[in-house]
């Protein structure tokens, strides 16, 4: 599906998509009359990149997949006493994408006393995944659409090993805002050959509230567990305690440099997979680089990356001991940490290797910039979180 370019009218109008979706559930509260706004700007987004006639078919497929499962989603609320779920005393982790992040959430949700969400679950959402069997369909469903992801950008796995689960794998926060067109990710628009760099109307705590509603959605007819989740809650973190004001949260930090080039590679690689055509490597890097001051700007400036809620480890501690850093946290906030949680994360880290697809590599020179002079201007959260400048081969 290239870029072809055509001069028939667009299949993709905002409008004319809501209303088939509302026809084809036979539902019409969407939960936020904002959200045609959003769409609109999605479409338009879209068609810039004059799609030929199998792209746009593509781009429909996944607006009308994503709209109708909002609209289910939102139908569910009215059937089920969902709303009465409380969610009590979730755990967060977040961080700068490439500072490990990835294996904490997967070693949080090996322990038996928690539940993280699925990407099932969030894909296929309705009814209550509670209500489950199984054999219910939207499990193979979810890992057949994980494995054309993968077949599409096959480099995933080298960076992102913990996507082998499939459709049990660990969705990041972040994509329960899919179907709210706040974000486009690659698990939600990998048939699309679009770029993932679009501007969306940020509202965290409209955000949170959908975050909060897939929870108790996936929370409903089940046991009750604490959460284990991970998203990229830096910069809204007054948003997340206002939704979860019992919340705990484990931040990792590594030396942004590192953490820059390798965030470089990754979302380079995932975007040329998406697109299907060669990326401007210099300015990606540096919408990249714009992207890490920002959070580092943010953790610097805002007292609430200082809350006692929140759990601040190194990088370098959290590799050399993955389950002595998750111990330390637990008992910060006294989250039982049994033999059996222990022995959980030890049969991962034994039976999950990093590297089991290859070795992940990448660069500093991606990065396009004065290394030494980097270093410098990040020197002060370094001194803060006691972070060395990281050496390697």
């Known amino acids: 599906m290239s870029s072809a370019t055509s001069n028939a009218v667009p299949l993709l109008q905002a409008d004319t998509l809501l209303e088939k979706a509302k026809a084809q559930t036979g539902f019409s509260d969407v939960g936020d ?20 006639a199998a792209g746009q078919e593509a781009a429909r497929d996944v607006c009308l997949w994503l709209l109708t499962s909002r609209l289910q989603f ?11 779920e409380k969610i009590e005393r979730p755990l967060f982790a977040t961080g700068e994408p490439r500072s490990g992040t990835t294996l904490l959430h997967a070693l949080l949700a090996t322990d038996p006393n928690a539940r993280a969400l699925r990407f099932w679950e969030v894909m296929y959402p309705s009814p209550p995944p509670g209500l489950a069997t199984s054999d219910d369909p939207r499990r193979a469903l979810a890992d057949e659409d994980w494995r054309d992801i993968l077949r599409r950008l096959p480099q995933w ?6 996507n082998d689960m499939l459709g049990d794998g660990l969705p990041e926060c972040e994509r329960t805002w899919a179907w709210d067109f706040r974000v486009v990710t690659p698990t939600a628009w990998w048939r699309v050959p679009i770029e993932m760099n679009i501007g969306l109307p940020a509202d ?13 959605h996936c929370q409903y007819a ?21 939704t979860y004001p019992d919340a705990r949260l484990i931040w990792t930090h590594r030396d942004p440099v590192q953490l820059l080039a390798s965030k470089i590679k990754l979302l380079g690689e995932l975007i040329e997979g998406m697109a299907g055509r060669p990326l401007d490597w210099r300015e990606h890097a540096a919408t990249q680089l714009r992207y890490t001051r920002a959070g580092i700007h943010a953790v610097m400036t805002d007292p609430m990356a200082m809350d006692p809620r929140v759990h601040h480890v190194r990088y370098q501690d959290f590799v050399a001991n993955p389950v002595a850093t998750i111990r330390g946290f637990y008992e910060k906030y006294d989250v039982p940490f049994g033999s059996d949680t ?26 396009g910039e004065d290394i030494d002079a980097l270093h410098a201007e990040f020197a002060p959260y370094r001194e803060r979180f006691g972070i060395e400048i990281e050496q390697r081969n």
């Open 33 to 52: 009359e904002t959200l045609v706004t959003r769409l609109r700007l999605v479409v338009d987004y879209i068609n810039s990149f004059s799609l030929d």
């Open 204 to 216: 965290p705590a409209t955000q949170y509230r959908l975050h909060k509603m897939m929870l108790q």
């Open 342 to 367: 222990e022995a959980a994360m030890q049969h991962y880290l034994q039976n999950n290797r990093g590297d089991r697809y290859g070795k992940f590599t990448y660069s500093t020179d991606l990065i």
């Open 157 to 162: 796995l080298v960076s992102h090993p913990y």
């Open 222 to 242: 089940r046991p009750k567990k604490y959460w284990v989740l991970k998203g990229f809650h830096g910069a809204r973190l007054a948003a997340l305690f206002d």
């Open 74 to 84: 939102i139908e569910d609320r009215t059937r089920y006493p969902i709303a009465a």
